[in-house]
């Protein structure tokens, strides 16, 4: 009795077994009944029938990352390139990853190379470093095409490397620096071009300063000679205004005339003084004469006024 009941315990225990099943999250398990598929186990506890149900694929749900092993593509310019790069994708429909490929996991890669042949070869060389968005996107959507008879959705592909032969390399090295170079010769042709603007432009605004400071001054020299001279034509006015103001006063004539008289003997004396002769009229009533000359001009000065 004892051998029996435990041979029944074994038996129970390996009916829980195969019976009870508690899949994990993000992943999907397929499972079989008597060959065929039956369903697809979701996260949790499942119960299955034991002897007849069979776990036959474990699938994962989260994004796998795959390395592309790395291959050499020929460009439109017949240029070889050593390109490697890596894929992401997940699988979305458990019962097709378990019966669309025997193995879709290396059908991704192969196709992925295939594809990257292909883009590349479209492209020329320089449009291949330039583009790379561009083939990335190209991989990732005849992959995910194919893909779907997979059960995989194909996120995205990036290329890791791109890596030309070395002698295309020592010639696009040179070919970079000699742009350098020719950048670096422009801007210095260009930088000594502004400073003989900045110079000449600099000359021309300063000579045209120097040339309005000049005209300036000359107009401001001019403004204050006339100045000068209308000033001294008003006070020589005033002084004569005031001068015959004074005559029509009472004596005013006999200043005149001794005025004339002082004058008259300051010329003899100025006169004698610049020569060794002494020079006196013969005839003093000269003097008297000159005086009244004088006098006759003043007075018919006087009545024209």
Same mark, same amino acid.
């Given at each position: 009795?004892?051998?029996?009941?435990?041979?029944?315990?074994?038996?129970?225990?390996?009916?829980?077994?195969?019976?009870?099943?508690?899949?994990?999250?993000?992943?999907?398990?397929?499972?079989?009944?008597?060959?065929?598929?039956?369903?697809?186990?979701?996260?949790?506890?499942?119960?299955?029938?034991?002897?007849?149900?069979?776990?036959?694929?474990?699938?994962?749900?989260?994004?796998?990352?795959?390395?592309?092993?790395?291959?050499?593509?020929?460009?439109?310019?017949?240029?070889?390139?050593?390109?490697?790069?890596?894929?992401?994708?997940?699988?979305?429909?458990?019962?097709?990853?378990?019966?669309?490929?025997?193995?879709?996991?290396?059908?991704?890669?192969?196709?992925?190379?295939?594809?990257?042949?292909?883009?590349?070869?479209?492209?020329?060389?320089?449009?291949?470093?330039?583009?790379?968005?561009?083939?990335?996107?190209?991989?990732?959507?005849?992959?995910?095409?194919?893909?779907?008879?997979?059960?995989?959705?194909?996120?995205?592909?990036?290329?890791?490397?791109?890596?030309?032969?070395?002698?295309?390399?020592?010639?696009?090295?040179?070919?970079?620096?000699?742009?350098? %170079?020719?950048?670096?010769? *422009? $801007?210095? /042709? +260009?930088?000594?071009? =502004?400073?003989? @603007? #900045?110079? !000449?432009? &600099? %000359?021309?605004?300063?000579? *045209? $300063?120097? /040339? +309005?400071?000049?005209? =300036?001054?000359? @107009? #401001?020299? !001019?403004? &204050? %000679?006339?100045?000068?001279?209308? $000033?001294?034509? +008003?006070?020589?006015?005033?002084?004569?205004?005031?001068? !015959?103001?004074?005559?029509?006063?009472?004596?005013?004539?006999?200043?005149?005339?001794?005025?004339?008289?002082?004058?008259?003997?300051?010329?003899?004396?100025?006169?004698?003084?610049?020569?060794?002769?002494?020079?006196?009229?013969?005839?003093?009533?000269?003097?008297?004469?000159?005086?009244?000359?004088?006098?006759?001009?003043?007075?018919?000065?006087?009545?024209?006024?």
């Amino acid at each position: 009795m004892e051998i029996v009941a435990l041979v029944l315990l074994v038996v129970v225990v390996v009916f829980i077994i195969q019976s009870v099943k508690v899949v994990p999250q993000q992943n999907a398990w397929v499972v079989e009944r008597l060959g065929r598929y039956n369903a697809t186990l979701t996260p949790g506890l499942n119960i299955l029938v034991p002897f007849v149900d069979r776990l036959a694929y474990k699938h994962s749900l989260k994004e796998i990352p795959l390395d592309v092993p790395s291959q050499i593509c020929i460009t439109k310019d017949n240029t070889q390139l050593t390109v490697d790069g890596i894929l992401y994708f997940q699988v979305t429909d458990a019962m097709r990853a378990s019966y669309g490929s025997s193995n879709y996991i290396v059908a991704i890669t192969q196709l992925a190379q295939t594809t990257l042949r292909s883009v590349i070869g479209r492209m020329e060389l320089d449009r291949t470093f330039e583009e790379r968005d561009i083939i990335n996107s190209a991989v990732v959507q005849a992959l995910d095409e194919a893909a779907l008879n997979w059960g995989v959705k194909v996120l995205r592909y990036e290329i890791k490397d791109l890596t030309p032969p070395a002698e295309i390399l020592r010639s696009m090295q040179a070919q970079i620096t000699a742009e350098r %170079e020719k950048r670096a010769l *422009i $801007a210095a /042709s +260009e930088g000594r071009r =502004q400073e003989q @603007i #900045n110079i !000449a432009t &600099g %000359e021309r605004e300063a000579a *045209i $300063a120097r /040339s +309005e400071g000049e005209k =300036q001054a000359e @107009i #401001n020299k !001019a403004q &204050g %000679e006339a100045a000068a001279i209308t $000033a001294v034509a +008003e006070a020589s006015a005033d002084a004569i205004r005031k001068i !015959a103001a004074a005559i029509q006063q009472p004596g005013g004539e006999d200043a005149v005339q001794l005025k004339v008289a002082e004058k008259a003997v300051e010329a003899f004396a100025q006169l004698a003084q610049k020569n060794n002769t002494m020079i006196v009229p013969g005839n003093m009533s000269e003097v008297s004469g000159l005086i009244g000359t004088a006098m006759a001009l003043f007075k018919n000065g006087k009545t024209n006024l």
